[in-house]
Structure formats: structure tokens, C-alpha cells
């Protein structure tokens, strides 16, 4: 197998780079070098995909049984249709990371394949689409539509897409599972969204490359997946595994969501991976299982994830980390307010 991975220095890119490189494939990159080191042993080539001569530059180092898009989350559809019309040629198939946000109905109702999806031409630019007052849509949906259109117009059957939720594991740059790690740490009372019975479907990172190496050696025509755990785990379930992987003297003080509303706790963000939409967390991935997809047990996500940031872990900086996570100050003062505190 020859790939090109758009992408391939951190995260999901860079796993899907060394998965890639274990199996004995030859491996093209293309990013701008500028998020992080080139993984020994592939074929790195520098630029900017938005450039038309440094697409034209690339496609000289073709062909490529498949191209794996890392890349794209930021870029408006036409940098996407970009990219793709100049590629598509040298391409024999196209694995595209996608999104549930595309879909009409996330998060509120629960979703399949066939699910509709948001509508986003694939010449937009970036300011097509809008975010709903609820926060769904959302424009960023939009844009991730409009960059699978713009995919399935110049590939047609070749293209394959990827759309995970919500991607956990070692090397992560948004800081949803390191804050919960860290806040497990220092131990005491932990505010904890309520219900703790409720399940949730984030999916690690190297399952993800998994299996979207797979999918980019496979010669059937294209489809959509889903790419959610299939098990999940609760959310007490999560919180008690962050607390045993940090061996922290901590427990877990479950709120009520109106009790966190009321004191203007912002869901997704401030608690990470909290949200009470009812689809949240009601993505189907069967026919993703049934193609293939395996995924590991999340307490060794958990575990994995605290080993990579006790031995020094550094993700790529991005803005989003800042994002999450409750500050104390305010945290102490809703747990405070409960019902029996101190």
C-alpha cells in the first residue's frame, strides 16, 4: 500500500502514520510542519493545502492507493473541494474524518447512517452555515457537510467517510479526558454531572487509525460509519476510573443538571463530555462494528491517557484546551450549595 496522509503529525494523524508505517506501507505526509515533528520513516512533504502550486507539487509524488484526510476540521468546503479535485487523480480511494455534527438531528435525537444531514454546498466558504441558540447546529456542522460533499463530488464511490464523536486517548490536544485525569488528582469532592448511569461512546484515537486504515485498504465503494464505542461505559463508571488510574483519595458529588444550569455551568465545556441533549450519546456504529471497527475497553483509554501525561505527554498547543474544564472557584461554591454539604 502506498497512502498520502493530508495531516500525520499529532493525534489521530500521527497514529494513523505509525499504524500505517507497522504494517509495512509506504507513507507520504503532507502538513506544513508546523504542529509537530514528521514520524521517522515517511516520505514528508511540505505545504500549504490551500495553495494550488503546493497541491500540484504533492500530486507529483504520487500515486496513491489512498489518501487519509487528518486535516481538514478547520477549512471551509472550499479548501476541501480544493484539495480534492487536485488529488482525486492520483487517489485510487479517499477515507475522509468527518463528524457526527454533520447530522440534522445531533445532538438531540439519536442517529444512524441515514440519518439527514445538515445541507452545505461544497463551494462554500467560511461563513456559510449558523449555530443554533441551543448550540445545534452548528456552523462548524455545517462546514464538516459541506467538506463531504465536496469529497463525494470529486471521488464519487471512492470516498469513505469517518464520523467519530467525540476521540479520546494518549496525545490529546482538546483536554477533555487530561482535565478530568488532573481534576481526579487532586482528589476531595468532585462535582460530577448527574446521572452517573448514563453511558457514554467516546472512542480512542488508536482504534480510530485502526480502523480508518483499514477502510483505506479496503476495495469495496465507499460509505459513511458512524464511529462510536459500541460499549461505552457510565459516566461514574469514567469518573471512577480517573480516580483509580491516579490513585487519588477523591469522590465523586453528583448534581443534578437543573442544580449545574442554575449555577451556569456550561455543558461540553466546563464539564467535559456532559451534555443532556438525548442523542448525545445515542450514535449508532453497527455497520462501522460489522466493517470492522474494534474498540479497546475505555478504562485502558483512561489508563493509557494518565501514562502519557505522568511521563511528560504534551499535545500540540491549540486553543480548545482552554475550553474545558470548571474553574475551582466556582466549582467549590456549587458544591457548597447542595443539599447536606459540609
Keep these: ?24 506501507w509506504y507513507v507520504t505526509t503532507f502538513n506544513r ?3 509537530g515533528p514528521d514520524v521517522v520513516g515517511v516520505d514528508a ?13 504533492l500530486a507529483g509524488h504520487g500515486a496513491w492507493d489512498a489518501v487519509v484526510d487528518t486535516s481538514s476540521s478547520e477549512l471551509p468546503p472550499r479548501d476541501v473541494l480544493l484539495a480534492t479535485r487536485a488529488l482525486a487523480g492520483q487517489a485510487a480511494r479517499w477515507v475522509h474524518i468527518s463528524t457526527v455534527s454533520v447530522y440534522q438531528g445531533w445532538p438531540h435525537h439519536p442517529l444512524t447512517e441515514e440519518s439527514p444531514l445538515l445541507d452545505c454546498p461544497a463551494d462554500a466558504d467560511e461563513t456559510f452555515g449558523y449555530t443554533g441558540p441551543d ?59 448527574s446521572p452517573g448511569q448514563r453511558r457514554i461512546q467516546p472512542v480512542d484515537v488508536r482504534d480510530v487509525a485502526a480502523f480508518a486504515l483499514d477502510q483505506a485498504a479496503d476495495t469495496n465503494a465507499g460509505e459513511a460509519f458512524n464511529v462510536a464505542h459500541p460499549e461505552g461505559l ?21 448534581a443534578a443538571p437543573e442544580d449545574l444550569t442554575r449555577h451556569g455551568v456550561k455543558q461540553w465545556t ?21 466493517a470492522g471497527l474494534r474498540c479497546r475497553p475505555l478504562s485502558e ?28 472557584e466556582k466549582e467549590a461554591k456549587i458544591l457548597a450549595s447542595l443539599p447536606g454539604a459540609g
Design 1 to 24: 500500500m502506498r497512502i498520502l496522509v493530508l495531516g500525520g503529525t499529532w493525534f489521530l494523524g500521527k497514529e494513523l502514520v505509525v499504524g500505517a508505517l507497522a504494517r509495512g
Design 33 to 35: 510542519g508546523r504542529s
Design 45 to 57: 512533504v511540505h505545504g500549504d493545502r490551500t495553495d494550488p502550486e503546493d497541491l500540484q507539487r
Design 135 to 193: 448550540g445545534s447546529p452548528t456552523k462548524y456542522g455545517f462546514q464538516k457537510a459541506g467538506g463531504e460533499r465536496a469529497v463525494s463530488e470529486a471521488l464519487g464511490d471512492r470516498a469513505v467517510f469517518l464520523r467519530p464523536g467525540v476521540i479520546l486517548g494518549p496525545g490529546e490536544y482538546v483536554g477533555r479526558l487530561p482535565w478530568w485525569l488532573t481534576r481526579a488528582e487532586r482528589g476531595g469532592r468532585i462535582l460530577a454531572p
Design 234 to 254: 457510565t459516566f461514574a463508571e469514567f469518573v471512577t476510573a480517573c480516580l483509580t488510574v491516579t490513585s487519588a483519595a477523591g469522590r465523586p458529588v453528583w
Design 270 to 290: 466546563e464539564f467535559p463530555l456532559w451534555r443532556t441533549h438525548a442523542g448525545v450519546w445515542a450514535v449508532d456504529p453497527s455497520r462501522a462494528v460489522t
Design 301 to 328: 483509554t483512561i489508563a493509557d491517557t494518565w501514562t502519557w501525561i505522568q511521563a511528560d505527554g504534551r499535545p500540540v498547543e491549540h486553543p480548545r484546551w482552554a475550553e474545558h474544564g470548571i474553574a475551582p
